[in-house]
């Protein structure tokens, strides 16, 4: 499918059929990304997405703390002498 680049004041657009925005399940939000010469178009991910459930498998193990995160090196921030 082809489709025309078009202006939307000084910026440029393109339809999308809205068969393919539900093919997609495109809708609201969207995240995109220049990748090998393409524009990647994709619904927008949540950023505590799967949050829920590593609680509760940690609930369950009786954990309080991501057994993931366990040697992973601290950011300048949290390893660093603080100046006040």
């Known amino acids: 499918m082809r489709a025309q680049v ?3 004041g000084n910026s440029r657009g393109v ?3 809205v068969h393919l925005l539900k093919q997609c399940r495109l809708d609201g939000e969207v995240e995109m990304e220049a990748k ?3 524009l990647v178009i994709k619904r ?3 950023c505590r997405a799967g949050w829920g459930e590593a609680f509760r498998r940690l609930a369950s193990a009786h954990d309080d703390r991501l057994q993931e995160w366990d040697g992973l090196p601290g950011t300048k ?3 660093g ?3 006040w």
Do not use: L
Request: hydrophobic letters at 35%; aromatic letters at 12%; glycine letters at 12%.
């Open 6 to 8: 078009i202006r939307i």
């Open 77 to 79: 921030w949290e390893t």
């Open 44 to 46: 927008a991910g949540t």
């Open 36 to 38: 090998n010469g393409r």
């Open 15 to 17: 339809r999308i059929p």
């Open 81 to 83: 002498e603080w100046k």
